[in-house]
């Protein structure tokens, strides 16, 4: 069965980076796109950004460009994502999904990666 | 960008009886192909987010019957035929338009009177 096991919860200092990653198995890797979407406290679900699992293409929501970056290491069948520049308001629940059928339809999520981010 | 705006923002129901939750799109989700790129996402208490119904009105694989997903253009509805306990959570829906730059609606509460 698809899975998707993130690492586990991190507390950053403003202005730091951090670095998630999402480990895929159940599935060919290359085949989907990695999705990454976060949701802060009391808020919605927002969107930072995808990465193809097979060329590495990837698209950025505009809220983040600049301070996001999807990687991916096919080999280990995992996806990462990182975030620089760290404010409190970045503080927030971290999760990585998949897609499937549909591109932009996400079927299968991670656990979530919970980030504090605070002095 | 296109801005999902969902209501109620939350909804109190008795078992067995039925809900509604509409979803509005500043922008058709129509696309040119004929689908509705407009997906249902129900967020249990404590759990990530679970897909429910995508391109407007196809049930993910294992969703009860009881939910339905309806609507086209910039105007969509959950709704759940007969409410049941497990069925708490926040609900979400999203625009997924190709190329995909996914937005989230505000989301609406469901609760167990």
């Known amino acids: 069965q698809v899975q998707l096991v993130q690492s586990g919860a991190e507390i950053k200092k403003p202005g730091a980076s951090m670095k998630v990653s999402c480990k895929a198995s159940?599935?060919?890797?290359?085949?989907?796109?990695i999705y990454w979407v976060r949701q802060a406290p009391g808020q919605r679900l927002e969107w930072l950004g995808w990465?193809?699992?097979?060329?590495?293409?990837?698209k950025y929501s505009r809220d983040f460009q600049g301070r996001v970056t999807l990687t991916r290491d096919t080999s280990a069948s995992t996806a990462f994502m990182e975030l620089t520049n760290l404010r409190s308001d970045d503080t927030a629940i971290y999760y990585c999904?998949?897609?499937?059928?549909?591109?932009?339809?996400?079927?299968?999520w991670g656990q979530g990666t919970a980030v504090t981010v605070s002095s | 960008d296109i801005v999902m705006t969902q209501s109620p923002l939350s909804l109190a129901v008795t078992p067995g009886e039925p809900a509604s939750i509409s979803c509005r799109s500043s922008q058709s989700l129509l696309h040119s192909n004929g689908y509705n790129y407009l997906d249902w996402y129900l967020q249990k208490p404590g759990q990530s987010p679970q897909l429910l119904i995508y391109l407007g009105s196809i049930r993910a694989s294992g969703v009860p019957d009881r939910f339905s997903g309806s609507g086209t253009g910039t105007d969509f509805t959950l709704k759940i035929s007969r409410v049941e306990a497990e069925d708490v959570g926040v609900y979400y829906c999203?625009?997924?338009?190709?190329?995909?730059?996914?937005?989230f609606g505000g989301g609406t509460k469901v609760e167990i009177k």
């Open positions: 990465i193809n699992g097979d060329k590495g293409d990837t």
């Open positions: 159940g599935y060919t890797f290359t085949s989907y796109a």
């Open positions: 999904a998949r897609n499937s059928i549909t591109e932009g339809t996400l079927f299968y």
């Open positions: 999203t625009q997924a338009l190709p190329p995909p730059g996914l937005t």
